[in-house]
């Protein structure tokens, strides 16, 4: 993985929007240690610069996503805006940025033997605010101007998995941010798209 070409793909990318706050939110960004976190603890990326590249490909699938579905519903043009999309996609595991801490796990190889290896646990001590609402919250602390659209897509970016099916509040929350906002259905299925395909390795397949 190469870490600096990813994060000037990422910098240049965030910047073409020339939202206001931008360039605080990148400083943020470095202080949190965004550009060196994995993607996750124990599946997808989970390994320096991982949250970076996740960020790159949630973003293109996002793209990808759009200008296919464009094609089939061309009001989707005056719905979302690309730059909603490059900010949303890139944006939204911001929450992520501090969770991950080195540590060593034990693996079981090939052989059936265990070894040490280098890999990252979980801790939310620093900011235990949640997931989506997490990057929301510290994006805003930043500065970075979002629109309605940009905000809901990035908090409810895990879809039915970041819902409290228990709060009947929150269950139609989500539901009415869905229809009233295609950005919301466009960031979350490029997230998933990213995580599950472009992702995915021969050693998880193998794994199954």
């Known amino acids: 993985m190469d870490i600096s070409k990813n994060k000037a793909e990422f910098l240049e990318l965030l910047r073409s929007t020339k939202r206001e706050g931008v360039e605080e939110t990148i400083e943020d960004l ?113 500065g970075l101007i979002l629109n309605d659209d940009e905000m809901l897509a990035i908090r409810w970016h895990m879809g039915a998995w970041g819902v409290n099916m228990a709060s009947l509040e929150e269950t139609r929350s989500y539901d009415v941010a869905r229809k009233l906002y295609p950005l919301v259905s466009i960031i979350q299925t490029a997230d998933s798209l990213a995580a599950s395909i472009m992702e995915r390795t021969g050693e998880e397949l193998d794994e199954l």
């Open 30 to 142: 470095e202080s949190l240690g965004f550009f060196e976190s994995p993607a996750s603890a124990g599946h997808h990326l989970n390994k320096k610069g991982g949250l970076v590249l996740h960020s790159l490909n949630t973003c293109k699938a996002a793209l990808a996503i759009y200008d296919a579905m464009k094609v089939l519903e061309p009001t989707l043009a005056k719905e979302v805006r690309r730059d909603s999309i490059i900010i949303a996609s890139l944006l939204h595991d911001v929450c992520k940025s501090d969770i991950y801490k080195p540590t060593v796990k034990r693996r079981k190889t090939p052989i059936g033997t265990w070894e040490d290896c280098e890999g990252y646990k979980v801790t939310y001590k620093k900011f235990p605010m949640g997931h989506g609402e997490k990057s929301l919250v510290l994006l805003l602390c930043s």
